[in-house]
């Protein structure tokens, strides 16, 4: 790959990327992404012209991942007169369907992907809310470095 972007990953906006491919083993310590449509952002050291850019086919593999949970999101429902009728809270997803939930991933897109605010623990932490067919999953997951790579840009972002 031509561009290389290590441990940037704050640098990096994958809010609307849709998942190719996703590739996870606890046993072998691997969570790789392959993502169509995430942003460079203008400080991003492999960014040289300054300016937020798209990027196809992005390879994005985190090291050493421990996933901390697999949630089914929430949500409330309310009336024609704004009047709350149920809440339906998160559910975990078992640690046995991770690789069947993940498996779900490929060909959805992100909704959210950031570092969470609080640092809780001496490892890095990312959490990412992914839409899969009428139903949100939020993956949380620690981390000991992650690599970003891509072959070339393509166009600028016009806001």
Known sequence: MKYNSVDEIDTISFRDAAIVRCVFSAKQGILEFELDGAMVR???SANELFSDRYVRDMQVRF???EVEAILLEGHKYYDA???LVEIVPDRPVDE???DEVMKS???KVIFFAAT???KSSERKCFQMIIDVEEESYVLSFYYDKVIAQWEHFMNKVMN
């Open 42 to 44: 203008e400080n991003n």
């Open 63 to 65: 090291v050493n991942p």
């Open 116 to 118: 969470p605010r609080e």
């Open 105 to 107: 991933f490929e060909g």
């Open 81 to 83: 007169n704004d009047v």
């Open 96 to 98: 046995s369907r991770y």
